[in-house]
């Protein structure tokens, strides 16, 4: 397992990389070009200097985060054909710096989403939530002014302006597309890109949908066991895989994290992990805890046995944290919790190693 951490580059966060270094056992950083619009090709040279500066501080770039899906791949319009060609061309370019593994997603129009930013648990730390209730009540424009009032002045990933300001027509152009139409326009696009990852040595690792139910009638494919079983065999290589997240996946109860951490991990399909936990109150009600909280939803010592006992050396991250200590960051991604996240999944691992061992 590579222990591994989201930075989002020495212009966009403020937490320096040589904090992350000192968090214990931490060796990979997970990162992206936030300055090259979605659909363009990341430049070899951009990526090179993102690797040196994290190599600088005695970390490895082996995992991107997300090279993001054009809209018009999506909605599978003409035009699709060039940004998969685009997308190719930066799958080379990692590669030839040395990343293996590229996470992605297929969520039409919103990436992630929540209903608050900072929520205040009983601790007095605050957290991400949602709740389906609030939704339900809003138009998304609305959302989108709320999701940017809550973001710190820190630009959210997958909530990039440029992209959400035409959100009304977005919405028109998604009228037609059902869950079978994104399937077949997903199948289009894994076609188009996985031989060249397969050629150039890139893992990729679609991310579940968050959370993993449809939102304002926009379809959501990547939500449920089958439907994931069905997007690693709509093109049957090594290279096509998941970037399984227990937070993103788990807010739905009907999705048994520990059996599908482990049915996926025993296919080799898992090329990213993603470990975090949540608090379900009620279907479509829930926060983001801390790791370690025995009240919450998910089992993670179930999940990191399942990434253990079938032999995962993957890039994992703790995902989210909430913002405690008095740190001021963008929401989900403050430097104390992660790191205290990071290291309970490792103390998890090492009991697991030291206890097989013995045995
Ligand atoms: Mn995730």
Not at 92 to 98: D, P, Q, S, V, Y
Not at 256 to 261: G, K, L, P, Q
Request: aromatic share 10%.
């Amino acid at each position: 397992m590579l222990m591994s951490f989201r930075w989002y580059g020495s212009k966009l966060d403020k937490i320096p990389l040589s904090y992350i270094k000192q968090i214990p056992g931490m060796r990979n950083v997970v990162s992206a070009l936030y300055h090259i619009p979605v659909g363009e090709v990341w430049p070899y040279e951009d990526i090179l200097e993102l690797k040196r500066q994290i190599e600088a501080a005695g970390l490895m770039f082996k995992t991107v985060e997300s090279v993001n899906v054009h809209e018009d791949i999506k909605l599978g319009l003409p035009t699709r054909d060039r940004y998969i060609e685009n997308y190719c061309k930066t799958l080379r370019n990692l590669a030839k710096a040395g990343v293996s593994v590229v996470c992605y997603n297929f969520m039409p129009v919103f990436d992630w989403m929540r209903t608050d930013l900072a929520k205040v648990l009983p601790d007095g730390s605050t957290t991400m939530s949602y709740d389906e209730k609030i939704i339900r009540g809003l138009k998304p424009e609305v959302l989108v002014e709320e999701m940017e009032k809550g973001s710190n002045g820190f630009e959210l990933p997958g909530w990039e302006k440029e992209r959400l300001t035409e959100i009304k027509k977005l919405f028109d152009l998604y009228k037609d597309i059902n869950e079978e139409k994104l399937f077949a326009n997903l199948k289009y696009f894994l076609e188009g890109i996985i031989p060249t990852a397969e050629e150039c040595g890139i893992k990729m690792a679609i991310h579940p949908d968050d959370p993993p139910w449809s939102v304002f009638g926009l379809p959501r494919i990547v939500v449920s066991k089958e439907n994931l079983e069905r997007i690693v065999k709509l093109v049957d290589s090594p290279a096509n895989g998941l970037a399984l997240c227990s937070g993103s996946l788990g807010a739905n109860t009907q999705n048994d994290m520990v059996a599908i951490f482990r049915h996926f991990g025993q296919m080799k399909k898992i090329h990213f992990a993603h470990v975090r936990n949540i608090k379900i109150y009620e279907p479509g009600v829930f926060v983001e805890t801390a790791h370690k909280d025995d009240e919450a939803s998910l089992d993670m010592y179930g999940i990191m046995k399942a990434l253990y006992d079938t032999g995962f050396d993957g890039p994992l991250r703790p995902d989210h944290g909430r913002m405690i200590w008095g740190e001021d960051g963008r929401p989900g991604y403050g430097l104390y919790d992660r790191a205290l996240g990071a290291v309970y999944l490792q103390g998890i691992w090492d009991a697991l190693a030291r206890q097989d061992k013995k045995g």
